[in-house]
């Protein structure tokens, strides 16, 4: 048993008053003829957050949330509920509820017995108690005083300080129980500053599976700080971003959230297994440049989309989505695996007990190519050079998506000129990335701040990239 | 448990939560306690997918020691959380900072009178039933057209909920409500193109529906009528918001007089109260107390009496959505927007869709919206966008992979019309929007 799975056992089955002879009666409920699959979830989640503002530590927050999702799948339906106690007559209501998918039958109870242990890609540690609170707020107030330093046209600084300490444990029908321990901190700045009666803001943050001494080691909340100023007075100065279709360059790490959007959320098993995604049915085909490689890689440590093993107990991998411009293969839960005659890819995910696992992203990336970024951007006469992004969205099934650009700047010549206006980028994905002409030797990851949202959930997730230059992309700027 | 039973049981957990508040040394504490549970049945292809049982609790509980403030939520309601969870607030609250601007929200504006707004109308319907209402509307969808190929299905979702709001001034409220709704996802797709597109309807009362086949009809329709897109030069040229992308508009209105945004100087509507935001004729309100409404409340989110009122009128902005907290950051009293605006609505100018497209002319109708692309701070404005490519006040061809680009500044204050086509979903009442010019980014 790994030590996050016996601090798993301990929290959600011990300290409740849970023994295995009860999880095999909430199996056997759950269980019966016509049911394929079935599983158990317990969560056990505190949260806490600090919030600093106009100089001044203005919010804290702690929170809790746990309780225990059943399951049972029979062929592709599902039945499912949640209860927010772990006692066992409400675990024996919900699996009563949860079964009603399926007709009544009968099953034996399996023997119950610890799943796969992959090595642990984080520490178990409770991330909510890696500094003291004095520490926590220190952290908070020089990163206010770093950005109001960096230049006095800072009028405004916001910083926030979120730590998660996130328990899991899951039994499937097979009788294998998983745990893992998810330690995950968030912090952010952002500022607002003004010059000249006008106003803009910038922001910057990042995040580990870690303590939060994370912000501490490298000067990272210094960092932020540094950063949000430096964005928030580029765009002081930014023009009016032109519109139409041009070449652009996307800086390496962030911006590969295009990578997400355009191909990522149309690779998810459910929507092939359904036939609705834009991707559906094509592998082997070629869906981008041959310059593109690109994975989807739960097994970086302790990094904010990794994870030691999925909501499902199946480890996390590195999965090749696309090869050299080859579409090779899906991300899956077991549901869709199972449903189209393929392996379970650990990335079965939900946002807590209270939703269904699905297929989802982990860390999401393309490899580095042979170019030097001096030489890409050289390339290009007239375009746009994208260096940061808001967030993104995409309809998997006609392919469109589009992302935000919140600093960019003009390629004039070859030469990187004027900041321009955050703009919309539009794209069809699997057209896309067959315009992806060159790739740089520079891969980066995120800083790990992305959140991904699919059908109501959210859940932690990494991207990145090389430097990138896409021949064609529709810019949505004000300059036509 | 009756209805009433779970209300005054709810009710004694916030008095006990506000008590143990007190017992900790705190000077004052509010707290709201909610419980809900709903069925949730998808049907795709004919057959049940999923039938979800949601069963969910939660409590939130703010405490202040003089002008120190602490948070914390939990869902769990046993006594054993709960008491960790009050603790959790006051050990926060010795660690933030004297803010002048916190506290409860003034005593003299809570809610008198607490009228019953008739939100709580149950249904009560087993997941065989809601099966079947949603395979009726999928079946409606799927039988429009044979190029419907494909389908997300269609889900009905019915809630019902309590919740009782309480603060140390002694006011203690709450009510139950009840949510139904019912959507529907299909495909549309010919040679090798897939478009998909969805519609719905949600109400507080089963009967106020749409009926089924009406929204599996409409969700094929919109979803048929956007085969064979086509780009669109880049242009600038006028733009019409179809009504059910239009809330939008008014959703970015709001976040840029939202008392957060004014107190921390980042928003494009900065200092502007009592100056024309919009032309003459526009008027621009929000209706809390609407008996049925969707989004209704009698009082807000700090036990503020909520009121109708006039947000916008003679295109003149009234003022900001104001909660307690950043009322005294400007030296401003709580609008009782705690939680946010309530039953939106905007006046139509008179002109049906009809009367707005040959008003336009030759432009753009714009039925889809995504990503972000709004700066607040600014007021730029850049989104992807799909719809119909329009002249002659006909519309002609749907196009796609669109950016539409402008400055809410200047989009309010040149709004030449909004119709009077405000059948939509949703709380917020409002018609197309017409604007004279804006930046269409294509090919």
């Not at chain 1, 023009?239 to 590969?256: F, N, T, Y």
């Not at chain 2, 509307?137 to 269609?154: K, L, M, Q, T, Y």
């Not at chain 2, 549309?188 to 009406?214: F, I, K, N, T």
Request: aromatic residues 6%; proline residues 4%.
């Amino acid at each position: 048993m790994t030590q996050s799975t016996a601090i798993a056992r301990a929290t959600l089955l011990d300290a409740p008053g849970l023994s295995e002879t009860h999880l095999a009666r909430v199996m056997d409920r759950l269980l019966s003829r016509q049911v394929d699959a079935a599983d158990i979830y317990f969560q056990y989640s505190r949260l806490e957050s600090w919030v600093l503002e106009d100089g001044i530590i203005r919010d804290g927050s702690h929170g809790i949330e746990q309780g225990a999702g059943i399951r049972a799948i029979s062929g592709d339906k599902t039945g499912f509920a949640y209860t927010d106690s772990l006692a066992l007559p409400k675990l024996l209501d919900a699996a009563g509820a949860a079964r009603a998918i399926a007709q009544a039958g009968q099953h034996g109870a399996q023997a119950i017995a610890d799943g796969d242990t992959p090595t642990a890609l984080y520490a178990p540690v409770n991330p909510l108690e890696s500094l003291s609170e004095a520490e926590k707020l220190d952290l908070l107030r020089r990163a206010d005083a770093e950005a109001r330093a960096a230049d006095p046209r800072v009028r405004q600084v916001i910083a926030s300080l979120v730590a998660a300490h996130d328990i899991i444990l899951v039994m499937d029908n097979s009788g294998q129980i998983s745990g893992d321990v998810r330690p995950l901190v968030r912090m952010n700045v952002q500022v607002i500053v003004e010059h000249d009666g006008k106003r803009e803001q910038g922001s910057a943050g990042g995040g580990a599976r870690q303590g939060l001494d994370f912000f501490i080691s490298e000067e990272r909340a210094l960092g932020y700080a540094r950063e949000a100023v430096r964005q928030a007075l580029v765009n002081l100065d930014a023009v009016a971003a032109p519109a139409g279709m041009l070449p652009v360059v996307l800086a390496p790490g962030w911006p590969g959230v295009l990578l997400h959007e355009a191909v990522g959320h149309g690779l998810e098993g459910d929507f092939n297994r359904k036939g609705t995604s834009a991707f559906a049915g094509r592998i082997g085909e070629q869906v981008a440049s041959s310059l593109c490689t690109v994975v989807d890689d739960g097994t970086l440590p302790d990094r904010r989309g990794s994870l030691t093993i999925d909501d499902e107990g199946t480890a996390s991998q590195y999965n090749v989505l696309i090869e050299n411009g080859l579409l090779k293969g899906y991300m899956q839960d077991k549901m869709n695996a199972r449903l189209m005659g393929v392996a379970a890819t650990g990335n079965g995910r939900r946002e807590s007990y209270a939703h269904l696992p699905m297929p989802r992203m982990t860390n999401t990336y393309m490899l580095p190519g042979q170019h030097k970024p001096d030489e890409i951007i050289a390339s290009v006469k007239n375009g746009l050079y994208a260096v940061n992004f808001g967030g993104g969205q995409v309809d998997i099934t006609s392919g469109k998506f589009v992302f935000s650009a919140n600093e960019a700047y003009l390629i004039e010549d070859g030469k990187v000129t004027r900041p321009v206006k955050g703009a919309t980028l539009i794209g069809n994905g699997p057209d896309v990335m067959t315009q992806v002409s060159m790739v740089g030797d520079d891969l980066e990851l995120d800083s790990g701040v992305g959140t991904c949202g699919k059908e109501g959930q959210s859940v932690p997730v990494g991207v990145g990239q090389p430097t990138l230059k896409i021949d064609q992309l529709t810019v949505g700027g004000t300059a036509a | 448990m009756s209805e009433t039973e779970q209300i005054s049981q709810l009710a004694r957990i916030v008095e006990d939560l506000l008590h143990e508040a007190r017992h900790l040394g705190a000077d004052a504490a509010e707290a709201g306690v909610s419980t809900q549970t709903g069925l949730s049945v998808t049907v795709r292809l004919g057959e049940t997918e999923t039938i979800e049982h949601t069963s969910d609790n939660g409590l939130g509980i703010t405490v202040y020691f003089g002008q120190r403030k602490g948070s914390a939520s939990t869902t769990d309601l046993r006594d054993a959380a709960v008491r960790e969870t009050v603790a959790a607030a006051c050990r926060i609250a010795r660690h933030t900072s004297e803010d002048p601007a916190a506290g409860l929200a003034d005593a003299a504006l809570m809610a008198r009178d607490v009228p019953d707004l008739d939100l709580f109308h149950p249904w009560e319907l087993d997941a065989d039933t809601a099966a079947e209402i949603a395979r009726g509307c999928e079946d409606a969808a799927r039988s429009v057209d044979p190029r419907i190929s494909n389908s997300e299905g269609a889900t009905l979702y019915t809630q019902r909920s309590s919740f009782i709001y309480g603060n140390t001034h002694g006011f203690v409220d709450g009510y139950p409500t009840t949510r139904h709704s019912l959507s529907c996802a299909v495909i549309a797709q010919e040679g090798e193109e897939m478009q998909r597109d969805y519609w719905y309807d949600s109400s507080r009362v089963p009967a106020g529906l749409s009926s089924p086949e009406v929204i599996g009809r409409t969700a094929a329709e919109r979803a048929l009528a956007r085969l064979h897109g086509r780009k669109l030069g880049t242009r600038e040229c006028p733009v019409l918001f179809r009504a059910d992308v239009a809330p939008s508009l008014l959703r970015s209105l709001f976040g840029a007089i939202r008392g957060q945004a004014v107190y921390r100087k980042s928003t494009f509507l900065l200092d502007r109260v009592g100056e024309k935001i919009f032309p003459e004729w526009v008027a621009i309100s929000e209706d809390p107390r609407k008996p049925r409404g969707q989004a209704s409340a009698p009082f807000d989110n700090e036990g503020v009496a909520t009121g109708y009122r006039e947000i916008v009128s003679h295109g003149t902005l009234q003022g900001y959505l104001l909660d307690s907290y950043a009322a005294r950051k400007l030296g401003l009293t709580s609008t009782g927007n705690a939680g946010g605006v309530r039953n939106a609505a905007i006046e139509s100018s008179g002109q049906s869709f009809d009367m707005l497209l040959r008003d336009m002319g030759r432009g753009v109708l714009i039925t889809e919206l995504m990503g972000q692309g709004t700066n607040l701070v600014t007021g730029d404005y850049s989104r992807g966008a799909a719809g119909f490519w329009v002249e002659n006040g006909e519309i002609q061809y749907p196009i796609e992979e669109i950016t539409v680009a402008g400055n809410l500044n200047e989009m309010f204050s040149g709004l030449v019309a909004v119709g009077n086509d405000d059948d939509i979903p949703g709380s917020t009442r409002t018609g197309s929007w017409l604007f004279e010019r804006m930046t269409i980014g294509g090919d």
